[in-house]
Nanobody, 123 residues
Framework: EVQLVESGGGLVQAGGSLRLSCATS????????IGWIRQAPGKEREGVSC????????YYGDSVKGRFTISRDNAKKMVYLQMNSLKPEDSAVYYC????????????????WGQGAQVTVSS
């Protein structure tokens, strides 16, 4: 059974930091690109970041460039999203997702999705 389980969400003040983690199982982690997609109430899903299977290529949404960093640990089958300088507009449910090795699926056509983690940034 494929599982992607996010953790690390919560409430933080504007300007603060959070690190999201995604624990994966049930598929060959090293063969998949992993990404983070978020959705705020009343808004469409938005790509946050994607990291290729090799780790050589990363992509970031314009609104998070320079503030968020994606990383992966293939040995632990984990992916992380370090979020700094958080803004109220970053508040959303953050989903971990996996797809083809080169992020071609990003942000909407992932093969596997997690259940999401709530991030709330207060002003």
């Amino acid at each position: 059974e494929v599982q992607l389980v996010e953790s690390g969400g919560g409430l933080v003040q504007a300007g603060g930091s959070l690190r999201l983690s995604c624990a994966t199982s049930g598929f060959t982690f090293g063969d998949f690109a992993i990404g983070w997609i978020r959705q705020a109430p009343g808004k469409e899903r938005e790509g946050v970041s994607c990291l290729s299977s090799s780790g050589d290529s990363s992509y970031y949404g314009d609104s998070v460039k320079g503030r968020f960093t994606i990383s992966r640990d293939n040995a632990k089958k984990m992916v992380y999203l370090q979020m700094n300088s958080l803004k109220p507009e970053d508040s959303a449910v953050y989903y971990c997702a996996a797809g083809d090795p080169f992020c071609a699926w990003y942000p909407h056509m992932a093969g596997y999705w997690g259940q999401g983690a709530q991030v709330t940034v207060s002003s």
